[in-house]
């Protein structure tokens, strides 16, 4: 009997949309489709924008182009406009014959042109290929702004992330705070416990600084070597500080012990705070700058505390 769960793995299946002014055509790829994706109809170029629109996105979209109103290519050249749809793989499925089509419809953005009639196993093939090359790249994107140790952005991604930030500050007049963190002796703690365990410290500390920043809009880096940043787009210095008191208190509630340390007899790190909002003469790394000299006070005023 089945308990209200899911079979295992349906929840991983991929989700195709199928979008076609014929329903026999959109039956025939369901009955190819469903045993391995999730299938979504549109009958109409709009109905599958509609779908698109609320952010209800496939893996992958299945698109004929004569559809009376909107047609394909049109449909194509839209979701292509759009930021949120850009990067779903299209494949036209038409019975449009020419050279011609073929090249407009990857001109609109498609990654596959199918003609009808088609054989279904290369038409599946074909489906399962774009979704591969799709789940490939999206891993290595993903990586290329991940910090492999911690799992945390990396500076690649600090850094797009900070001037995208910014000119969205610049424009609404709105306050934008950076948190700049350094773990404190660190380069002793290596000394003292190895290299390994210097990874593993590097990796907790991520933790307790991620956990610190529940707000969905904020960004935790890391900036460098044992030096972390937290990004607070809207927020004012006053909630800047309220989230460096909750990362300090954090890494010190690791308790990872640190025998060699000035402060402490665990892992503790110096914060330095800045906030602005930004004026169109300034530059990102005003603020940069600003976090990284509040920084240099918190260490120079003892460590294991926050400077603005
Ligand atoms: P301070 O309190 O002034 O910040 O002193 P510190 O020793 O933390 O500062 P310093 O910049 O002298 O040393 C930083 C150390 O961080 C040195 C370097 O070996 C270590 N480190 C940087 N990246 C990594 C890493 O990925 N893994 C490990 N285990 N250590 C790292
Ligand atoms: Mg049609
Ligand atoms: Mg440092
Ligand atoms: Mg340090």
């Not at 954090?250 to 790190?269: D, F, K, M, P, Y």
Request: net charge neutral; hydrophobic share 35%.
């Amino acid at each position: 009997m089945n308990h209200g769960k899911r079979p295992s793995g349906e929840g991983e299946r991929p989700t195709i949309m199928i979008v076609d002014d014929e329903k026999i055509n959109i039956d025939v790829l369901t009955s190819l489709l469903k045993a391995d994706y999730r299938i979504i109809a549109a009958k109409t170029g709009a109905q599958a924008q509609n779908r698109l629109q609320k952010g209800l996105l496939p893996d992958l979209i299945l698109l004929d182009i004569s559809m009376p109103e909107l047609d394909g290519y049109e449909v194509c050249r839209q979701l292509k406009e759009d930021p949120r749809s850009r990067d779903v793989p299209v494949i036209f499925i038409t019975s449009r014959h020419g050279d011609d089509d073929e090249v407009q419809g990857f001109e609109v953005g498609a990654v596959d042109y199918i003609r009808k009639p088609f054989h279904p196993l290369v038409v599946r093939s074909r489906i399962k290929t774009h979704i591969d090359l799709k789940r490939h790249g999206d891993m290595l994107k993903q990586l290329a702004i991940m910090d492999g140790l911690t799992g945390i952005a990396n500076r690649r991604r600090f850094d797009q992330f900070v001037d995208y930030e910014w000119s969205r500050s610049l424009r609404y007049q709105h306050n934008f705070s950076l948190i700049m963190l350094d773990i404190d002796y660190f380069k002793r703690f290596n000394d003292c416990y190895g290299h390994a365990q210097g990874d593993q410290c590097l990796k907790q500390v991520a933790y307790a600084i991620s956990q610190a920043m529940p707000r969905p809009m904020d960004l935790a880096a890391r900036y460098g070597g044992e030096e972390f940043a937290c990004v607070l787009p809207e927020t004012s210095r006053e909630g800047a500080v309220t989230v460096a008191n909750r990362v300090l208190q954090g890494v010190q509630e690791l308790r990872i012990a640190h025998a060699h340390s000035n402060v402490a007899n665990h892992v503790t790190v110096s914060v330095g705070i800045a906030s602005m909002v930004p004026r169109s003469e300034d530059i990102p790394t005003t603020l940069l700058a600003r976090a990284d000299q509040a920084l240099y006070h918190a260490k120079n005023s003892g460590r294991n505390q926050l400077h603005y």
